[in-house]
């Protein structure tokens, strides 16, 4: 998959897939993997920058918790509703752009 059009959609991949449950920064990237069927991976040196700067802008609220699998507690994230109203946002704006490249092709 091009890299320049996975870096202009990480933020709407996040939110899309904490709509669906919250978690955190391990369970975010399988959850992407498996969602996609591997066509998407994504690397802590592009998920935590993105996951704080949606967390900034108040689209995801996060707290400490201790993982399932045990350890010491990891920031757990989920949407708001400013997120979701930014998801809805996002997926207009997508969708828009698909049908517009479509009719290109």
Do not use: C, Q
């Not at 933020?11 to 978690?23: C, K, N, T």
């Not at 955190?24 to 990237?29: A, D, N, R, S």
């Not at 900034?56 to 993982?67: D, K, Q």
């Amino acid at each position: 998959m091009d890299v320049n059009l996975f870096k202009g959609n990480l933020d709407l991949i996040l939110l899309s897939v904490l709509e669906r449950e919250e978690g955190y920064g391990l369970e975010i990237t399988k959850r992407v993997e498996a969602l996609t069927e591997g066509h998407i991976t994504l690397n802590a040196g592009s998920l935590y920058p993105a996951l704080h700067r949606l967390e900034r802008a108040g689209h995801l609220a996060a707290t400490l918790t201790t993982p399932g699998r045990g350890g010491p507690p990891v920031k757990t994230y989920r949407l708001t509703e400013a997120g979701r109203a930014e998801l809805h946002r996002r997926r207009a704006g997508y969708a828009a752009f698909d049908r517009a490249l479509r009719s290109l092709w």
